[in-house]
């Protein structure tokens, strides 16, 4: 297949590429020409007024809920969602049924997804079952494709068993991700502990439950010298911790879902059930502490924390509606729209580069002779995101009605296009 692209605005800081506007022409996967007008015959050509390009994005923190919980999602609409959403590769939690605690399950992943145009990174529990209490066979897993290692949306809670698993991944230089939560602390909290929490009278669960896991595993990886990796950080506090510890040289990165740029405590006060969620949306101050912290670098990427639930599982009370939404598909709107200072080559960073790093995987190119792996999109485009966009199999996402800056035009990847 040939595929030309028309006047697109390359977005690639480490390219000499970057701020160019060029032509691209594709065959069969292979960018074969970049120049500033190629007249080559197409079968397919993309020409949009404002259209950007960079290398394919990068999502670390997805629930596709397969095998076992399909009734929230697939490997099929979880890739179809994550291709609406600009993404080349898209790292997969553990927590299925059975859990991604062994190398069969991780292969059972990796086959299911070979025909899509995303590539699909298993990530494997730290724990069998992911119950926290006795190590998975991470090695096997590692040799089979797992991308790095997690508990997913169950944090780990024991000192013991994440020091050992700091120290068991260091033998191939494997990656630890920590949703940080000390569940011992506001046990029952739902929402944000403070004024909004009390003017509801819904359970609080505080900053400080986050901020004691934070400072617990950063000791834990300073002690053990291994990776890790926060995804969901919140609070300022937390924030504070790791880019301290980096500083020191402990070999910490993290993360922030989307949804925490963009709404705070006060948005609850709808009683949305899409808007349960772990970790919880927190004030406006901290808020602001995470916008600062992509800014200021603490913050290396955004990951999706896309959590699907069916209906039931929030056309419920408040109180009993299940945690998550949906993020693949309004990542990208959601930074550009709450993010509007922000140079485009490090908001594209968070989303190709860093994240790369952070597992160490291959960043691909923009150049001639290289495989394709492209993502397009148009920082100017303004809708109102609509629940008949939605890919995926659930529709739980407190997006839905929102008016959204910027938006995903497809992805390329080799001779695998998905357009929206």
Known sequence: MKLLIKKATIVSPTSPLNGTIKDIFIVNGIIKKIAANITEKASKTIEQKGLCISIGWVDIFAHFCDPGLE???????????????????????????????????????????????VNIHPIGAITKNAEGKELAEMYDMQNSGAIAFSDGINSLQSSGVMLKALQYVRAFDGTIIQLPDDKSIGANGIVNEGIVSTQLGLPGKPTMAEELMVARDLKLARYTDSKIHFTGISSSKSLEYIKRSKETGINVTCSIAPYSLFFTDEDIKTYNTNLKLNPPLRTEKDRQALINGIKNKTIDCIASHHIPQNWDGKTCEFEYAKNGMIGLETLYSCLQTTLTDLPVEQLIEMLTTNNRKIVGLPIPQIKEGEIACITLFNPNTTFTFDETMIKSKSKNSAFIGQKLTGKVIGIINGDKIEMN
């Open 71 to 117: 009734y929230r999602e697939t490997i099929e609409t979880g890739l179809a969602a994550a291709a609406a959403g600009g993404f080349t590769d898209v790292f997969v939690l553990p927590n299925n049924s059975p859990v991604t605690d062994n190398k069969s399950q991780v292969e059972y992943i990796k086959q299911k997804a070979t025909t899509y145009a």
